[in-house]
């Protein structure tokens, strides 16, 4: 009856686990319109990633990132970013945004990589989606993010 009990326990603490990973991050969510140079909006979901804690940890562990979904990465002011991919199993793309919101760079990621991924100028956001998806969308340098909904 003893093992009955403790086996339960296990099954019940490891549902739980479980339950947790599925449910995600906790961090708030919002829709917006990538306005490109060609006048298409395209819409993305995005974890927005505001406190030192959440930036440094990102998308580390996630396996899978849809297409559409990102995480946005918010600082308190314009400066020279670097990235890496510690702990990220999932291959990704990052765009650097200016404090107007026009993307100034994008850079492919390679998942678990420990080199830098450094903006060119200075920039106030990043926003990481799965490798290719600015590529597929259309999306480049020069488009527009609307954050002064953030």
Not at 34 to 49: D, H, K, Q
Request: with cysteine.
């Amino acid at each position: 009856m003893k093992f009955y009990r403790m086996c339960m326990q296990i099954i019940s603490f490891a549902g739980c686990l479980f339950t947790v990973s599925c449910y995600g991050t906790g961090l708030e969510k919002r829709q917006f319109l990538i306005r490109t140079s060609g006048g298409t909006s395209i819409p993305i979901t995005a974890e927005i990633a505001r406190t030192e804690q959440e930036r440094e940890h990102g998308f580390m562990e996630r396996k899978h990132i849809p297409d559409g979904t990102g995480m946005l990465f918010v600082f308190d002011r314009d400066q020279i970013l670097n990235f890496w991919m510690k702990n990220t199993p999932t291959a990704l793309s990052i765009a650097y945004i200016d404090s107007s919101g026009c993307i100034r760079d994008i850079f492919d990621m390679t998942p678990f990589s420990l080199a830098n991924i450094t903006s060119t100028v200075y920039v106030r956001y990043a926003l990481e989606v799965p490798r290719g998806w600015f590529s597929r969308a259309g999306i480049k340098p020069g488009d527009m993010v609307p954050v002064d909904e953030l």
